[in-house]
């Protein structure tokens, strides 16, 4: 007796319903992140949100980062008590400059997510040293650079590898099985 072949294979998922279950599970982990950053008392924390945006940036294109980046950055402007929406601006910024690198220029590896995520984690650091201390002339406003904010960074470019891998792998199971397609030649037109 001769088996149907089509009866042992599971039907295909529609690209539309992977995507929807993809950004439900990114908004998952957006949660969980908010939740962790928030726990805890008032010791120097990872910014969990800034490299699980900065890495959903690598496979996303630049409108979607920058939603994403937007949404992490205010949720980090509520968690450390900062002004509503410097973060989130910076992020928004970040993650579409980010997803535009990883388009056009860079290869998707974690090399150049480190760098990437190093280069807008050092901007970050200082402008918010600058803005929120140094331009102030607080007394010991010295003592927040290297009691605060450096093991804060310190602490989040160390979580970005684990949250790097988290994404890579929600992006190879949940990720679009969409090939870009090549144009064909056009016979009528008349090459040099």
């Given at each position: 007796m001769k088996k149907n072949s089509?009866?042992?294979?599971?039907?295909?998922?529609k690209p539309q319903v992977k995507t929807a279950i993809k950004w439900t599970v990114f908004a998952v982990f957006t949660v969980f992140m908010y939740t962790a950053s928030t726990s805890g008392g008032?010791?120097?924390k990872a910014l969990l949100l800034f490299p699980f945006a900065a890495a959903v940036a690598v496979y996303e294109s630049e409108i979607p980062s920058a939603i994403l980046g937007s949404a992490a950055g205010l949720l980090l402007?509520?968690?450390?008590?900062?002004?509503?929406?410097f973060t989130a601006l910076l992020m928004?910024?970040?993650?579409?400059?980010?997803s535009a690198l990883f388009s056009r220029l860079l290869r998707k590896n974690i090399v150049n997510y480190l760098l990437a995520f190093s280069l807008a984690g050092g901007i970050y650091l200082y402008l918010d040293y600058y803005f929120y201390y140094k331009i102030w002339g607080y007394e010991g406003y010295r003592l927040v650079l290297t009691h605060r904010l450096i093991p804060?960074?310190?602490?989040?470019?160390?979580?970005?590898?684990?949250?790097?891998?988290?994404v890579y792998l929600i992006e190879r199971l949940c990720g679009s099985s969409r090939k870009p397609k090549l144009e064909e030649q056009d016979k009528?037109?008349?090459r040099v």
């Open positions: 089509n009866a042992s294979e599971s039907p295909a998922v008032a010791s120097s402007d509520v968690s450390l008590g900062k002004l509503t929406g928004c910024l970040f993650c579409a400059g980010i804060s960074a310190l602490k989040t470019l160390a979580w970005s590898l684990p949250v790097f891998g988290a009528n037109i008349e």
